[in-house]
């Protein structure tokens, strides 16, 4: 009986260690840092609106989480979301290639990854929403940075 009851004490320390990691997480983590909400714009006024978040997603990926949507779309001209991916090392910022979300004329949600790097200690993204034009330049919202420390 008494090694039955030291098994069960056994286990119930490791449940009880198993909890308190999962509770320990951090909100970049366990939900991701919002970008807040992007506008592409003209002179007429919104085209294309954004959000979402930046995440560690299970210390393998660095995720950028998306919505879109295309607020004019009688004008043909599908949106979709750019971000690139930078990672921290050696006190510098190293792009890792920039990564754009499929293009719509409704709305959308979607992520973008990269791999963390194992020589690196921190991400980050620089998001913004785009308007696709065919013949002429792309009407883009200002740029939003989010970056998180592993």
């Known amino acids: 009986m008494t090694r039955l009851r030291h098994l069960l004490t056994a286990s119930t320390v490791v449940a ?9 997480t951090t909100p970049a983590e366990a939900a991701g840092k919002s970008w807040g909400k992007l506008y592409a714009r003209d002179d007429s006024g919104k085209l294309a609106r954004a959000y979402g978040d930046f995440a560690n997603n299970g210390g393998v990926y660095a995720t950028v989480g998306a919505n879109w949507d295309d607020l004019r779309r009688s004008d043909h001209n599908p949106v979709y979301v750019e971000a690139e991916f930078f990672f921290l090392k050696n006190g510098m910022w190293e792009s890792a290639g920039t990564t754009q979300t499929p293009r719509t004329d409704t709305s959308a949600s979607g ?29 883009c919202s200002p740029q939003a940075v989010v970056s998180f420390s592993y």
């Open 111 to 139: 992520s973008m990854s990269r791999k963390l790097r194992h020589d690196a200690h921190g991400a980050r993204a620089v998001i913004k929403v785009c308007v696709d034009r065919a013949h002429w330049s792309d009407i």
């Open 16 to 24: 009880a260690s198993l909890l308190t990691a999962v509770l320990a």
